[in-house]
């Protein structure tokens, strides 16, 4: 089965940080773009960031200078640090690899819950 898996996430206080990490199949890792998602309740899924296999990132405006995106292609996993969070930040997180265009293995998710 190819899927990503995700970990990471938790309760942390407004202002801290957490690390998510995904885990991707070594067979798509290389030739895909990787991406985080994340879902609130009631709203949309939308896109926080994503990185391509050459390195290029691309963030979503409301967490660009708060969150990072990176991977580790020895481990073949990417990673979400996310710095000073804020409420809003609360939502599912979802690893998302796509290696090829309309194609997409999700993670299961992981909650990241973010306290004021």
């Known amino acids: 089965q190819v899927q990503p898996v995700e970990s990471g996430g938790g309760l942390v206080q407004a202002g801290g940080s957490l690390r998510l990490s995904c885990v991707i199949p070594?067979?798509?890792?290389?030739?895909?773009?990787i991406a985080w998602y994340r879902q609130a309740p009631g709203k949309e899924r939308e896109l926080v960031a994503r990185?391509?296999?050459?390195?290029?990132?691309d963030y979503a405006d409301s967490v660009k200078g708060r969150f990072t995106i990176s991977r580790d292609n020895a481990k073949n996993t990417v990673y979400l640090q996310m710095n000073s969070l804020k409420s809003e930040d609360t939502a599912a997180y979802y690893c998302?690899?796509?290696?090829?265009?309309?194609?997409?293995?999700w993670g299961q998710g992981t909650q990241v819950t973010v306290s004021s």
């Open positions: 998302a690899a796509s290696p090829t265009k309309g194609l997409n293995y």
């Open positions: 070594r067979g798509i890792f290389s030739v895909s773009v």
């Open positions: 990185i391509i296999s050459g390195g290029s990132t």
